[in-house]
């Protein structure tokens, strides 16, 4: 299976269960709740190369699947909602789509509060004052409230990239001295 077609099946996977997850948090009233949950899942597929490898593996069995997550939902303590809607995910095979579905979950509640979203890659953690700037610079570009996904990348060296929509601005280091080494090729 070509790549595209590999990430159109990740996304329409996404979408549908980020979807039908943000329709079941809405019912409840538990929107902002849920994403704090799907953020502690997020961490944790980032922190634990354990959970990462059943997140993303397809040699682990719907079963073996389904009683890991079942495991790692009661010691997380996440919600019923998230717990069952995890215990279905992976049940369905579907565990590799999860980080897709949490970023779509983020978009769509944005979406609904009348927002943007910004996926943005630091070469540190940003910190809270940091973040809060980078907000309202990027408010007064868009016109709207931003919410911010900051992801920690070290191989950019230096300053941010940032998407937001069909946008992107590419200010780190490593793409800087990319076009330095590429202008220098050009030269000489």
């Not at 990740?10 to 849920?34: H, I, M, T």
């Not at 973040?131 to 709207?144: F, I, R, Y």
């Amino acid at each position: 299976m070509p790549v595209a077609d590999t990430s159109q099946l990740v996304s329409g996977v996404a979408e549908r269960y980020a979807s039908s997850l943000f329709d079941l948090a809405l019912e409840a009233g538990a929107v902002d709740a849920v994403a704090q949950d799907l953020g502690k899942f997020e961490a944790l597929i980032s922190e634990s190369g354990d959970f990462k490898r059943l997140v993303e593996s397809p040699v682990f069995s719907a079963d073996d699947q389904f009683k890991a997550i079942s495991a790692i939902v009661s010691s997380a303590g996440a919600s019923p909602l998230v717990g069952n809607f995890l215990k279905v995910v992976a049940r369905n095979r579907r565990l590799f789509a999860l980080p897709a579905v949490i970023r779509g979950f983020r978009a769509i509640a944005a979406r609904h509060r009348g927002e943007v979203t910004a996926e943005v890659t630091s070469a540190h953690a940003l910190s809270g004052e940091q973040e809060n700037e980078l907000k309202a610079t990027l408010k007064s570009v868009t016109g709207k409230d931003v919410a911010v996904n900051v992801t920690v990348d070290p191989s950019i060296l230096g300053g941010l990239i940032v998407k937001v929509g069909s946008r992107q601005i590419d200010t780190s280091l490593r793409t800087k001295l990319s076009s330095l080494k590429l202008a220098l090729k050009e030269v000489g």
